[in-house]
């Protein structure tokens, strides 16, 4: 038979001291958070079935007996506590003792728990650790994680690959290949980003860098291993940057044309420039069968956003700065021919890096992302040229948005188009002017549509001698006005 004294520290906990979901009413809910999920009824009910339990020593003094998977039961001393801090340490331990037997994943206040403990109480975290209850729950290493998740996506595309590598050596080279995911709080992420800064890259390249930091830890706490993501207050929406634009004008195409080497990289240029497909991916997915000579039509496939319903391919018009070039190219290419470009199809090869030569042989200064500005020049041609914004934006592959906020650019012949526009006030002076005419030549209509009888008007047709002075300009002599007799 149980004592007294064991039989109350037992005892159902009575609904009074109970929160809601919290389980327990504690005091210091921000350094032990209790376990959500877990009432007075439910606790009740699982005693028996407990993995650990408080036990209480002399002057107040507490230890949590918990049950390993061998079978043992190993004490874990608390110090001197309150049963109300005492309770979510238990329910903590008993999660990490459950979870080290059946494998299932620890609840997110456990997880959460253990952050705070392993600051706050090295000791008991290091009694954890000896009691092997804290490897199920170790995160792995930043660079070990981000490694594997990049390893598993099957799904991306080789460049996309070698973007998330890209961030994966900058975020190494700030935090190091041991520092375990846990272990990089908000204020470190915040750090890092001034890093990226100091080291030289723009902007834009932050907010990149930024957002696939976000999308490493995202998949950490998709798997458990975190419960927040200490990257997730970055900024990293990328916004277009205008100094970084550059218009690449109809007689600056013409140079570059005249010093590309072969057909195929004026081809090539031509598909950026006039367009306005993405450089390798698309340029290099168009096929001869993809051309519709018929309806001047061109069939671009997207590998960048087949991904999304409807974005995997589009149609664009065959425009007429790039036909004659297709054509003579259609009529060259060898028989069973599949490619529209089929000398430069080496993934690894740096076109960027020849089409920078190209443009000085040109004769001009080689202009920031060359590629991608060709593309922004046609959008912004078009839409100059009176076709709707939603339209543009389908035939270069992007949405209006976007086309506003990176791709649409102020040029000179915006300038000059305004300084040779006429005045407004002269305008509509010139209106007022032609209006005030037409009103004076409809009254005249008026005035010479009135009858008139061998040039005597109707009503004077009877008397003509009032009508000749009349247009005389004297007043008819009456009776009432005769001069009086002498």
């Known amino acids: 038979m149980r004592s007294p004294k064991r039989q109350e520290l037992t005892k159902r906990p009575s609904p009074a001291s109970c929160m809601g979901e919290l389980g327990f009413r504690c005091p210091r809910s921000m350094r032990w958070p209790p376990i959500s ?4 009824d439910q606790l009740a009910s699982n005693e028996r079935h407990s993995m650990a339990s408080i ?16 079978g043992r039961r190993k004490p874990i001393r608390i110090g001197k506590r309150s049963m109300d801090d005492a309770m979510p340490i238990k329910l903590a331990v008993e999660d990490l003792a459950r979870s080290k037997i059946t494998g299932r994943p620890l609840n997110d206040e456990t997880i959460r728990w253990l952050t ?13 650790i000896e009691l092997e209850l804290v490897a199920t729950c170790r995160t792995p290493t930043l660079d070990a994680f981000c490694a594997e998740y990049i390893g598993g996506r ?33 204020g470190d992420a915040d750090l890092w980003r001034i890093w990226l800064a100091e080291e030289g890259l723009s902007e834009v390249t932050i907010r990149r860098e930024c957002g696939r930091a976000k999308q490493f830890l995202r998949a950490a706490i998709k798997h458990r291993l975190l419960h927040e993501n200490p990257f997730a207050d970055l900024k990293s929406t990328v916004l277009g940057n205008p100094d970084r634009q550059y ?14 080497p072969d057909r195929q990289w004026r081809l090539l240029f031509l598909l950026a420039r006039f367009l306005g497909v993405r450089v390798p991916s698309e340029a290099l997915a168009i096929r001869w069968g993809d051309v519709d000579w018929e309806k001047k039509v061109i069939r671009v496939p997207s590998p960048k956003t087949e991904r999304y319903e409807g974005k995997a391919e589009r149609f664009v018009p065959l425009f007429p700065e790039l036909e004659p070039e297709l054509s003579a190219a259609f009529a060259e290419a060898p028989e069973g021919s599949v490619y529209v470009i089929s000398k430069y199809r080496n993934t690894e090869a740096n076109l960027r890096t020849q089409f920078l030569r190209i443009i000085r042989n040109a004769g001009l200064e080689p202009w920031e992302k060359p590629f991608q500005n060709c593309r922004s020049t046609r959008q912004t041609e078009l839409e100059d040229q009176g076709y709707p914004s939603h339209v543009v934006a389908k035939w270069i592959g ?19 188009k305004a300084l040779g526009a006429p005045s407004l006030i002269d305008v509509e002076q010139k209106a007022a002017r032609k209006a005030a005419r037409a009103g004076e030549k409809t009254a005249c209509n008026a005035m010479q549509s009135e009858p008139v009888t061998c040039g005597i008007p109707a009503e004077n047709a009877e008397n003509p001698s009032d009508s000749q ?16 007799a002498d």
Do not use: M, W
Request: hydrophobic share 35%; proline share 6%; charged share 30%.
């Open 37 to 40: 999920g877990l009432n007075c």
């Open 55 to 70: 036990s209480k020593d002399p002057h107040g003094f507490k230890r949590i007996v918990v049950k390993l998977p061998d």
């Open 116 to 128: 705070g403990v392993r600051t706050a109480e090295p000791k008991l975290f290091k009694k954890l």
């Open 154 to 186: 099957k799904d991306l595309k080789p460049l996309t690959k070698r973007n998330l590598e890209q961030a994966r050596k900058r975020l190494v080279n700030y935090f190091g290949a041991e520092r375990l995911l846990r272990d990089i709080s908000p």
């Open 247 to 260: 218009f690449v004008t109809v007689e600056e195409a013409a140079a570059v044309l005249k010093a590309c």
């Open 398 to 416: 992007n949405s209006v948005k976007v086309a506003r906020e990176s791709y649409l650019q102020e040029h000179a012949g915006h300038l000059s």
């Open 469 to 484: 002075t009349a247009k005389s300009g004297e007043h008819p002599r009456r009776d009432s006005n005769s001069r009086p």
